[in-house]
């Protein structure tokens, strides 16, 4: 399963990569649709401690005050193919939501069943997850008066379907234009001679 929503692929298909001014630790690119200015635009930043992801187009946006950062990480590791999901925990906290808990218990009615829970205590539970109207809370002593053990929390954590697209679509399209802008780059002994 892919985060990526066609929509977010779409909304970048006319981006490009603009490479700033940097140095060989430090290194800064822009990823943007050219002449709009800083409208849907990304800037990626690598440093030494690792990468820094701001702009009007980053996941997360006000809730992260326009950045996010993974600690570690840097171009190489970027630019590369990556795992959706492994990527997302990198850069992203999951979050409780209501359909990841529905779509767990389906997928473990049947070991719900043999832990000993009962198929009519389940199913009030599916409706409300399933009609939007429970909370993480609710949803938790729900299933405990049920009879099964929230010892870690409850079930339904997943990163946020928006934050984890635009992420995914972002480092995929970065990873694109990177991979055919070193493809195209005249190599260092090259340039010497010219």
């Not at 990841?100 to 069943?113: C, G, H, K, T, Y």
């Not at 199913?123 to 002593?141: C, V, Y």
């Amino acid at each position: 399963m892919s985060y990526v929503q066609p929509s977010m692929k779409e909304a970048l298909k006319d981006h490009v990569l603009e490479e700033l001014p940097g140095t060989d630790i430090l290194k800064a690119f822009y990823l943007k649709v050219p002449g709009e200015g800083r409208m849907m635009s990304t800037l990626f930043v690598f440093t030494p401690e690792g990468i820094v992801v701001m702009g009007d187009f980053c996941p997360g946006g006000p809730r992260n005050q326009g950045s996010i950062s993974v600690y570690n990480y840097g171009l190489g590791w970027f630019a590369t193919e990556l795992s959706e999901h492994y990527m997302c925990g990198k850069f992203l906290g999951e979050v409780w939501q209501a359909k990841v808990a529905l779509e767990w218990m389906r997928d473990n009615r049947d070991d719900l069943m043999a832990e000993g829970l009962k198929a009519e205590d389940l199913m009030p539970i599916e409706a409300a997850l399933d009609g939007g109207e429970m909370s993480e809370q609710d949803f938790r002593d729900d299933l405990e008066a049920a009879g099964y053990e929230c010892d870690d929390g409850a079930p339904g954590y997943d990163y946020d379907p928006e934050d984890a697209s635009r992420l995914c679509a972002l480092q995929q399209r970065f990873a694109e234009l990177y991979q055919k802008s070193v493809k195209t780059e005249t190599p260092p002994a090259e340039k010497a001679k010219a």
